[in-house]
């Protein structure tokens, strides 16, 4: 048993709970309660829009919003909250995406 100690002292275990791994800007804080209202924007645009796709057209588009949102989750989810419509949510809230798709490179300009 006092080979226990030593062992348990030289691994840092102290007793204590682990404290829980700091979460994800796009998985805690705002970004995660604003989920709701992106996948429901695209859900409306999508039935519309895309009917045979509906389900992969909103978890392919709030996963864009998510991804911005990690980069400036204050300032995004204030957007979002206000965005009233999927386009408006893209025009106001998110990174121009240029012609092909991409947000191009943001370190040259």
């Not at 840092?12 to 682990?18: E, M, V, Y």
């Not at 509906?54 to 204030?78: G, I, L, S, Y």
């Amino acid at each position: 048993m006092r080979w226990l100690v030593p062992a348990v002292l030289a691994c840092g275990c102290s007793g204590k709970p682990a404290a829980a791994a700091p979460a994800s800007p796009a998985t805690g804080n705002g970004c995660a309660a604003a989920r709701g209202k992106v996948e429901q924007l695209y859900r409306t645009e999508a039935r519309v829009r895309e009917p045979g796709r509906v389900d992969e057209a909103v978890a392919d588009n709030t996963a864009m919003v998510m991804t911005d949102c990690a980069k400036a989750p204050a300032r995004v989810t204030a957007c979002i909250a206000a965005a009233g419509t999927a386009a408006e949510l893209e025009a106001r809230c998110l990174a121009p995406i240029d012609d092909e798709g991409s947000e191009g490179d943001q370190a040259a300009h």
